[in-house]
């Protein structure tokens, strides 16, 4: 079967369904994705008569952006591997979208689509409801992937103090830095800021060998790299544990499992440590927020937290 008649088999799938609006989400692989649970339970409880369908496409990203667009989609996300190749087919796109290189919410317009980065809003509310800040703090980041473009401009946003940005591929880290020094570079420029040098050098590209390099302090470490996802994963780059000592808190990326051994080893540490979940709850429930104008309120939230919960770990 050709990718064509995939999504029109989806398209008359969804259409069997009763609903007024339809909502979705393009990918590959996409058939374990956890967004139908956070969008279908706000339709259900908020009564908006919505479905969410996820789409598996193989390529040809921008004859499905149109023909989503014809058929009348409301909303989409897109994950992986689609988040920065979808850019072009944009008819408009947020500014710290544009910023992050990658777009995971697309909101109907008149024209076409406006791409947001919700997965980068989603980690700071996760962040800040777990009592942690990013303002003023020194961070170690893990991982220099496309999530990791997220962190780092939520990093640059938020007014983090020093970004150390450790990665396998030096290469991959040292283009992150760049491109976020750059950034901020223009921010203080059009701010009118004075910048010292320690500003303009405020993300610090690590290959994992070097993180000696990093001086002793205490550190919000943020997990962004695929370690830890399968079962038999160890801790990620880093495997000198005394390292880890000097997290003041932690955040690992991922939800599945729900305990990495990176998360393990902070509480054993007695450093507080979250996982990736909330930040996908919330990267959804600000998706939606966007597609319907709606609030949803924290009762909602919870309600979706134990749904997802539920579906993960039970
Ligand atoms: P990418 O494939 O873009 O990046 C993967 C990162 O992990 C890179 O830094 C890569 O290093 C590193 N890496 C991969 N394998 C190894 C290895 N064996 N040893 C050392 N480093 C390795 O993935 P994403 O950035 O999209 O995703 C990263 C993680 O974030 C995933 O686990 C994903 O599940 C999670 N995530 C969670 C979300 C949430 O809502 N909670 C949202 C998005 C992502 P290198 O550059 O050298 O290749």
Redesign the pocket.
């Known amino acids: 079967m050709n990718t064509l008649k995939i999504m029109q088999k989806a398209v008359e799938d969804y259409k069997n369904i009763e609903s007024k609006r339809y909502l979705g989400i393009f990918g590959n692989p996409i058939k374990h994705t956890l967004s139908p649970i956070i969008h279908d339970t706000i339709s259900d409880e908020l009564s908006l008569e919505e479905r969410y369908i996820p789409f598996e496409i193989q390529d040809d990203l921008g004859r499905y952006v149109k023909e989503a667009f014809e058929d009348g989609i409301v909303g989409l996300n897109i994950t992986?591997p689609y988040k920065e190749k979808v850019i072009p087919y944009l008819s408009d796109i947020d500014e710290d979208a544009k910023k992050i290189g990658a777009v995971n919410t697309l909101v109907r317009c008149e024209n076409g689509y406006k791409g947001y980065n919700t997965?980068m809003e989603?980690l700071y509310k996760s962040i800040i409801e777990a009592g942690m800040n990013i303002k003023d703090n020194e961070i170690i980041m893990l991982?220099?992937?496309?999530?990791?473009r997220a962190v780092a401009y939520m990093c640059l946003k938020y007014g983090a103090k020093k970004v150390y940005i450790v990665?396998?591929?030096l290469e991959?880290a040292t283009r992150l830095a760049k491109d976020m020094n750059e950034l901020l570079r223009e921010k203080n420029s059009s701010e009118k800021i004075n910048t010292s040098l320690n500003d303009i050098e405020k993300f610090i590209p690590l290959k994992a060998d070097e993180y000696n390099e990093i001086p002793q302090g205490r550190y919000m470490f943020i997990q962004?790299?695929?370690?830890g996802?399968k079962a038999e994963d160890g801790l990620?780059?880093i495997f000198d544990k005394e390292f880890y000592k000097q997290a003041s808190c932690a955040v690992d990326?991922?939800?599945n499992p729900a305990k990495t051994q990176f998360i393990k080893l902070m509480e054993e540490n007695n450093i507080p440590a979250i996982n990736?979940?909330k930040?996908?709850l919330y990267?959804g429930i600000i998706a939606n927020e966007l597609w319907n104008g709606i609030t949803v309120n924290a009762d909602l939230s919870e309600k979706i937290f134990v749904a997802l919960n539920k579906k993960l770990y039970c």
Not at 143 to 148: C, I, N, S, Y
């Open positions: 992986v997965d989603g991982g220099a992937g496309g999530a990791a990665n396998r591929s991959n962004c790299t695929s370690v996802l990620p780059l990326l991922i939800y990736g979940l930040m996908l990267q």
